[in-house]
């Protein structure tokens, strides 16, 4: 941000002549610093370059694409690159990596990354893709379980950029997309076919095992990874106590998170003891769960006590339920905060509770407090995806 108002304060002095570097190391400043404001000066920087005549530079109008799209303005960047008459394989890498980072409209982008991709094959400049363009390429193949798509890029990237197991990233990405599009007997084979593997390779593996119910593996596969002097990082934790909550593997994940700062020096997250909150909680140990909730040194999220009051739905547990529902009302904001939204999932959870051991009083007393609140039920909803052909 030093940089921003550094160049704002060169602006307002009005006798100071800038060239494209600048507004090249402007805008990737903007696009490091990601927040409404951030936004807003971005597009002066843009206007005050077109003014000055520097939006024909490449490099600038590249910048500008990445600078959009990591501040969730993907349109805008699209804009840019469309008028844009010349083109480099960064550009196309800068607009597909947009594509692929917004997370609000996932599904739709991940599918237009596809389409850009196919038309830089086709398109006549000739602009060849790079591994960077099929890391995110596969990205939108993983995030989409596209795995016709994804099969189609691996064989491209067999036959016209490199074998994976040489090359790090494109191998982490091709043992992710098989992972996570069903197929994990092919990331397996691409993972012990790697001969550098990073620790985000290590991760894909574990979760792809971990999704899969493949929880012994998953564990055997820390060893393994610490054999290799790799380090794990918290992500990977989270892998793997998912891979012991999908397994039931209860003891196991107790002792790999008692060893998580005594072994491997890493302080648990959040998400961390939501893992062990949703093992204990999927096996029947309820108690044990409230238990460790209360005692945990970080103050507990709404979607710890959601996790619980799931399982105590799932296993009958009426007195635990109310218990766990009414902490969660409580946390609700007063008076409709806008800096967290009222939501009906708590109060219908808690309802149903109720509902099902035949206690019509509380659910009608539940359903007048979401109306006192003015909190409305979510409509139902499906996604039907289509099975695409081509790469």
Not at 129 to 134: A, Y
Not at 154 to 182: Q, S, W
Not at 277 to 303: C, Q, T
Request: some cysteine.
């Amino acid at each position: 941000m030093d940089s921003i108002f550094t160049f704002a304060n060169w602006v307002s002095k009005g006798h100071l002549v800038f060239d494209d570097f600048t507004y090249i190391f402007v805008l990737g400043a903007c696009a490091r610093s990601q927040s409404l404001s951030t936004l807003w000066l971005g597009r002066q920087v843009h206007v005050k370059a077109s003014k000055s005549g520097f939006m024909s530079n490449l490099l600038v109008r590249t910048t500008l694409i990445h600078f959009y799209a990591n501040n969730k303005d993907i349109f805008s960047a699209r804009r840019v690159f469309d008028e844009m008459t010349e083109r480099s394989s960064v550009t196309w890498n800068a607009m597909i990596k947009g594509y692929i980072s917004q997370r609000e409209r996932a599904k739709k982008c991940c599918k237009e990354a596809l389409v850009l991709f196919r038309e830089m094959l086709s398109d006549v400049s000739g602009q060849n893709p790079t591994d960077t363009t099929m890391v995110c390429v596969l990205s939108a193949c993983s995030q989409l379980g596209e795995l016709y798509s994804g099969a189609c890029v691996h064989g491209f990237i067999e036959k016209t950029i490199c074998r994976p197991e040489n090359d790090v990233f494109i191998g982490t990405g091709l043992v992710d997309m098989y992972a996570k599009c069903g197929y994990i007997d092919a990331a397996l084979c691409i993972f012990r076919l790697m001969r550098v593997k990073n620790v985000l390779t290590w991760t894909a593996m574990g979760t792809g095992l971990a999704v899969h119910g493949r929880g012994k593996e998953a564990l055997e596969l820390l060893d393994a990874m610490e054999a290799s002097g790799i380090k794990p990082n918290p992500v990977t934790f989270t892998s793997l106590f998912s891979a012991c909550c999908h397994a039931g593997l209860v003891e196991e994940g107790l002792h790999l998170f008692q060893n998580t700062s005594n072994r491997f020096g890493i302080e648990p997250q959040i998400q961390h003891y939501g893992c062990i909150v949703d093992l204990l909680g999927r096996a029947g140990y309820l108690n044990e769960a409230y238990d460790f909730i209360i005692e945990m040194p970080l103050k507990p999220d709404a979607i710890l006590w959601r996790s619980l009051l799931s399982a105590c739905n799932v296993h009958g547990d009426l007195a635990m339920a109310e218990k766990v529902g009414k902490i969660l009302l409580r946390l609700e904001p007063p008076n409709n905060s806008l800096h967290v939204p009222v939501t009906s999932e708590d109060y219908i959870a808690l309802s149903n509770v109720y509902a099902s051991a035949g206690r019509w009083r509380q659910v009608e007393m539940v359903r007048k407090k979401m109306k006192s609140k003015r909190v409305e039920t979510k409509p139902g909803g499906c996604f039907i995806q289509t099975i695409s052909k081509s790469p």
